[in-house]
């Protein structure tokens, strides 16, 4: 690891008060969660059942509403996190938050790992799979809801029976995720724009930041340092007043709060 790198972070950390976080698939990696785009990533790790379809489509509006079946074995396949435990990165974050040194975690995760290791100020941009909904009344169930659904499947529930249903009016259950095709949540947004303009450093860490809307609010960011940590290049880091391509995990176990 650099430690040059490592010794210029701390300092920086040390000398704000006002940080806030931009987190993608990257940070929860090391919890066991396969990000979308690299070689070992979710898109590319499709499984044979799925290969002829299109990764955004399988995580599409049109997909879960065309082709629900599709789209419930993706999900139960490839999408439950049950089990799987924050990392070190979760957990600094927020010890950095109870030091009062974060004004937010704007987050394109899903799994709801950062507020499971204690952080409070959490924007989930891209939605969560730790709530569901009826598409037909409203009705909103636990985060388990789906999968726990999922587990009582026989073979001889019957393809039609991975459609998850509400109890009570029989409507499709959805995860409260935000899919391609589909308006990002106004509340998380209005949030986490709020937190990026009022941040005197941002750190990027663990995208690609190549998915719009989405990437295009670190643009809100008006402080004075930027550090990006990522394993691959990205259209930010000429930007950027730190670059480090060490692994996350790596790099914060070694940040001291103070």
Request: overall charge negative; aromatic content about 10%.
């Amino acid at each position: 690891m650099n430690r040059e790198s490592l010794q210029q972070f701390q300092k920086m950390i040390d000398s704000h008060s006002r940080i806030v976080f931009f987190g993608g698939a990257g940070v929860s990696v090391a919890s066991g969660i396969p990000d979308f785009r690299s070689a070992d990533g979710l898109y590319n790790n499709r499984g044979v059942e799925f290969e002829n379809y299109e990764p955004e489509y399988l995580l599409s509006r049109t997909c879960l509403y065309r082709e629900p079946k599709v789209f419930y074995e993706f999900y139960r396949q490839k999408l439950d996190t049950r089990g799987v435990e924050p990392n070190v990165t979760h957990y600094k974050l927020a010890e950095l938050e109870r030091a009062g040194k974060m004004v937010g975690i704007v987050t394109q995760n899903i799994d709801g790992l950062h507020q499971r290791a204690g952080s409070e100020r959490v924007f989930e941009i891209h939605g969560t799979t730790m709530r569901n909904y009826c598409h037909a009344c409203g009705r909103v169930f636990p985060g388990d809801y789906i999968f726990k659904y999922f587990d009582g499947l026989t073979p001889e529930s019957g393809p039609d029976a991975i459609i998850p249903r509400c109890d009570k009016c029989g409507g499709m259950v959805r995860p409260a995720v935000t899919l391609y095709e589909e308006s990002l949540p106004e509340d998380a947004v209005r949030g986490a724009i709020d937190a990026i303009a009022s941040a005197d450093m941002m750190i990027i860490a663990g995208t690609s930041l190549v998915v719009y809307p989405a990437a295009g609010m670190v643009d809100y960011f008006h402080g004075d340092t930027i550090v990006l940590i990522n394993k691959g290049v990205t259209s930010r880091d000429r930007y950027a007043d730190l670059v480090i391509r060490d692994p996350m995990e790596d790099v914060f176990s070694e940040i001291v709060v103070r």
